[in-house]
Nanobody, 118 residues
Framework: QVRLVESGGGLVQPGGALRLSCKASGSISDTQVMGWYRQTPGNQRELVAT???????NYAESFIDRFTISRVNAMNTVYLHIDRLRFEDTAVYYCIADRSITGTPRYWGQGTQVTVSS
């Protein structure tokens, strides 16, 4: 089992930046791929980005520009940095982990709310 705990969400003004963190604990061998999904109001969860234990990132096409995923294996932690935040970035951001990403990730965090508002 893997436990994922996100932090770093909150209220941010448009144009600002934010870094989300997710720390994994438990069966770390099941966290070879970690990443982030998000769910905007009224929509399904969508993949933002993933990163392997070898630090290879992969971004969904819509998130190539302002989103940066990174990882510190020694801390079992993955980060998501979001620049130039927009109103439409308001969402619950979920951390995910699995041995590989071939479908729905096996492990999910509880989610952290990001609200972009002036």
């Amino acid at each position: 089992q893997v436990r994922l705990v996100e932090s770093g969400g909150g209220l941010v003004q448009p144009g600002g930046a934010l870094r989300l963190s997710c720390k994994a604990s438990g069966s770390i061998s099941d966290t070879q791929v970690m990443g982030w999904y998000r769910q905007t109001p009224g929509n399904q969860r969508e993949l933002v980005a993933t990163i392997t234990s070898g630090l290879t990132p992969n971004y969904a096409e819509s998130f190539i520009d302002r989103f940066t995923i990174s990882r510190v294996n020694a801390m079992n932690t993955v980060y998501l940095h979001i620049d130039r935040l927009r109103f439409e970035d308001t969402a619950v951001y979920y951390c995910i982990a699995d041995r590989s990403i071939t479908g729905t990730p096996r492990y999910w965090g509880q989610g952290t709310q990001v609200t972009v508002s002036s």
